[in-house]
Structure formats: structure tokens, C-alpha cells
């Protein structure tokens, strides 16, 4: 099953025609990224001030099908498709009133902020990221 959220379309993510900007929508999926791991209990802060692991995006294949515009609610279904040593992979799939808006494959990978190479997922994230585990039938 997904991690869901869902997030309004405010005006700051406009331009001004009210047509959704499209750098808003990567805002919006850090800030959707950073909640799937707070739903399983393991906060963004606590990885990176406290276990001092980072966790950069390393690939972004991104597909805008429709419009969104001022006022829309963006639901987003985070699906993992893959857990590695070090990546995760992610399709997020994001609708507004079950119209799919726009989809994204992403890969983040877990890294040391001590020296900025890959670093094994700890087993606790790991456990949560498998929740969501759901491999793509046409991997
Ligand atoms: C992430 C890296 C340190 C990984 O390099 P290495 O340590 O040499 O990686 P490894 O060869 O060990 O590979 C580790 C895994 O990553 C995978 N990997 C590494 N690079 C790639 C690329 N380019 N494509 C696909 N997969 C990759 C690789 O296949 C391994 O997979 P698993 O075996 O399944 O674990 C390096 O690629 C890097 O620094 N890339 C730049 C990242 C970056 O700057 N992204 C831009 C946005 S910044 C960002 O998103 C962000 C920053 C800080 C935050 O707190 C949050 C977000």
C-alpha cells in the first residue's frame, strides 16, 4: 500500500495565470518525502543532525499530464518500488480528483554527511521504507 498525502494548491504555487509552477510541485514533494519517513517514526532531523546521514535525490524522471491550478488538492500515493543497499526508489503518483496531474520515478540514496558516500540504510528505516514496498509489475 502507498504512503498518501494530500496538499493544496496555494497561490505562492501559481504563476500568474493560477497555472501550477512547476518548481512548486519539487518543493511539494521534499516536503512529501520528508512525511512518508515521519509516518513510520523516523523524522528527516533525527537522520541528518543525529545519525548524520544525508539523503540526496540522485535520479528524477518527472511527467506532467494535466493542469493543476490555484485551489486544487494534489493527492499524492508514494509508492517504494525497490530498496537497495543504499537507494530507494519511489513512483509517486499524484491526482487531483482522481486525474492523474503528474507522476515521478525517483532515486534517493542514503549517504554519510561525514564523507559523502553511499551508506547502508539502518535496519529501522529500512522496516519502515518496507511498508510501502510495492515492486512495479513491469520492473
Ligand atoms: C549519492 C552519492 C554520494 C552516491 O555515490 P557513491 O557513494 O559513489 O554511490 P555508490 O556507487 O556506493 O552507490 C550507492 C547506491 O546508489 C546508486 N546510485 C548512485 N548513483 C546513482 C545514479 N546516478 N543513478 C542511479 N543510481 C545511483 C547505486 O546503484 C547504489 O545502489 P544500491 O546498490 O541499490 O545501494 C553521489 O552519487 C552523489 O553525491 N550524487 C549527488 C547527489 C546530489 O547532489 N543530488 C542533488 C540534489 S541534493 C538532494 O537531493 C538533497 C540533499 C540533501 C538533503 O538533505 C536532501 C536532499
Not at 504555487?13 to 512518508?36: F, K, Q, R, W
Not at 490555484?70 to 503518483?93: K, P, Q
Amino acid at each position: 500500500m502507498p504512503f498518501t498525502i494530500s496538499k493544496p494548491m496555494r497561490f505562492g504555487d501559481c504563476d500568474l495565470t493560477g497555472i501550477a509552477y512547476h518548481p512548486a510541485y519539487l518543493s511539494m514533494l521534499v516536503d512529501v518525502n520528508e512525511a512518508m519517513f515521519a509516518s513510520f517514526g523516523v523524522t528527516w532531523k533525527e537522520i541528518m543532525f543525529e545519525r548524520k546521514l544525508g539523503l540526496p535525490t540522485v535520479t528524477l524522471n518527472l511527467e506532467f499530464k494535466k493542469p493543476a491550478v490555484y485551489g486544487d488538492v494534489l493527492d499524492f500515493a508514494v509508492h517504494v518500488r525497490a530498496i537497495g543497499r543504499a537507494s530507494l526508489d519511489l513512483e509517486t503518483i499524484v491526482t487531483v480528483r482522481g486525474d492523474i496531474i503528474w507522476t515521478v520515478r525517483q532515486r534517493i540514496v542514503m549517504t554519510s554527511l561525514e564523507d559523502h558516500k553511499s551508506h547502508p540504510w539502518p535496519d529501522d528505516v529500512r522496516a519502515g521504507l518496507t511498508r510501502y514496498l510495492e515492486p512495479s509489475h513491469d520492473a
